[in-house]
């Protein structure tokens, strides 16, 4: 049998970056070539100096997915890069289930998703903990009706597809739900998270740090590094042909505990406050006014504020 290669995506990014970075002393079980995406020269260089090799490609193009898979005999594919979508996954999924059917290897997709396809936002059950050891997950996830059709119709729609054209193919898939990621990262290319920062874009339009919900909620929270370890862990497993969930039971909620949301605007508020960037530290209910303010601070509908810096 041959080593696997493995492909990660979206190794400029936040998530991808700090991966790529504690790859090189992760101690992987033996294995053969680790790819990464990239989009240009600078990228391809600084994957390299992380002793990986860069690919470059368009991973929206269906034929050139399919050639890059077989070619470099690709059976582990790490898909970082957009969560709202899966046209591109089921291309992966498709070139992935062709090299199972050439080489008789196991093949895998890991599908990076978010947190807020588990939320009130999307549906999901929140008088309850949701376990990524739950054995109705997927039920749960297909069953949701959720207020927001962007959420409800494209995102969450992309996580059952993911597992259903996988399992139909023969692909094992795994559904990686980041939650809150706090911490710098550690790779060569975005090091801020992009959660917590439309707080402050929220804050710095509206000139006042708001909240948006009623009920005090909370949300989960992991650090970057802490996050990345979970993705190498279960890389560790696939590697190592360990028994690991994969398919409807193959959810992983990467969560580490938990903080309140006011919590999250009272630390900001005063941060912002003392750099002048907000008028004082108080931390108020937004109205209609000041949600209107938000939204343009946040390039969105203002029915959407609500999902980006809040929620349950």
């Not at 993911?162 to 139909?168: K, N, Q, T």
């Not at 862990?233 to 994969?246: F, P, R």
Request: proline fraction near 4%.
């Amino acid at each position: 049998m041959p080593a696997r290669n493995i492909l990660i995506t979206g190794a400029s990014g936040y998530l991808g970056g700090t991966i790529v970075a504690q790859l090189s002393t992760a101690n992987l079980p033996s294995h053969g070539k680790i790819f990464a995406l990239v989009r240009n020269d600078s990228q391809e260089e600084a994957v390299k100096n992380y002793g990986l090799m860069p690919l470059r490609f368009d991973p929206y193009d269906k034929a050139v997915v399919e050639e890059n898979i077989l070619l470099h005999q690709i059976s582990v594919v790490y898909w970082l890069i957009e969560a709202a979508k899966s046209t591109a996954q089921s291309y992966f999924i498709e070139a992935l289930s062709n090299l199972r059917q050439e080489t008789g290897q196991t093949v895998h997709i890991l599908h990076t998703s978010g947190a807020k396809l588990f939320s009130d936002f999307a549906g999901a059950p929140t008088d309850r903990l949701l376990l990524d050891s739950d054995l109705d997950l997927h039920a749960t996830q297909k069953g949701q009706q959720g207020a927001h059709p962007v959420i409800q119709k494209v995102a969450v729609d992309a996580n059952n597809e993911v597992i259903e054209l996988a399992e139909a193919q023969g692909v094992r898939s795994y559904i990686f739900v980041p939650c809150i990621v706090y911490g710098k990262g550690r790779g060569f290319g975005n090091p801020i998270s992009i959660q917590t920062v439309a707080i402050v874009k929220a804050a710095k339009a509206a000139k006042r740090v708001y909240r948006v919900d009623t009920d005090h909620p909370s949300w989960p929270v992991s650090h970057v590094d802490d996050t990345a370890a979970l993705y190498i862990d279960i890389l560790k497993k696939i590697l190592a042909e360990e028994n690991v969930d994969s398919g409807s039971n193959g959810y992983y909620l990467a969560a580490s505990g938990s903080v309140a949301w006011d919590d999250l605007y009272d630390a900001f508020a005063q941060s912002l406050a003392k750099r002048g960037i907000v008028e004082d530290s108080q931390v108020t209910l937004a109205d209609d006014a000041a949600l209107e303010k938000m939204a343009k601070g946040l390039s969105c509908p203002k029915e959407f504020v609500r999902v980006q810096i809040g929620g349950k």
